[in-house]
């Protein structure tokens, strides 16, 4: 066998395992060159196509859009007694709830954009007001509000697409409204970001069926394609 770059004869002490197949080259040289070159094309391909984590974050980002257009025309059919009514939810209201997971999407995409990777589609949700709290009201109108959901999932969306495999492995430092700081993985928290809302969308739809609205099928699950087996 002779070295990919040279035709050379290979080393014993140039070798590296490319995706589970080994690589051998006539010196160290030729292997660092090798492996920095794989390294380029491998996040190219990721960004294009996606891994594993990006395909998932991507199926969740549409998902959340599909299940959030179908709780707000549930939402709709409310009167504006029932929509702003104190439930004794964690956030009083359905439209109280509302607000605050599109209080926590806007806090956390702002935070993102703060990331080393200048990701384009968080551009223009840097320019939108910055909560200050979990319980604020962005918009008590309804109408208002599915303007700007619809803005968010849309911005969710994009910012997946433009995230590569590598960025989920590494770590993220941010802090708080407070000033506390912290430093996590940046892929659970893109994943904490789904689980929130999932989390506070249950509750609104608790609270639809309690009030005699029924939003339908809200299963992941129905969402997925039929496979051939």
Known sequence: MTCPWSGNAISSDALTDYHGNIVGFCNTGCRDKFDAAA???DDCVQQVGGGALKRNFMRYALYNEWINQKVFAATAKL????MNKNTGAFFSSVIGTLN???????????RFAGHTTPYLSLKQVTKLHSPSRNDEIIHANLADLRVARTKIDQALIDFISETCERDFNA?????????EKFCKNFGGMIQHV????????GQVTTLLFQMGIDPGV????VTLEEEIS
């Open 100 to 110: 605050h997971i599109l209080v926590w999407d806007i806090t956390w995409l702002q």
């Open 171 to 179: 770590n993220f430092s941010y802090k708080r409204v407070s000033g």
């Open 39 to 41: 390294n380029i094309f």
């Open 194 to 201: 789904f689980n929130h809302q999932t989390h506070h969308r």
């Open 79 to 82: 009167s504006p007694e029932h």
């Open 218 to 221: 809200t299963d992941l699950l």
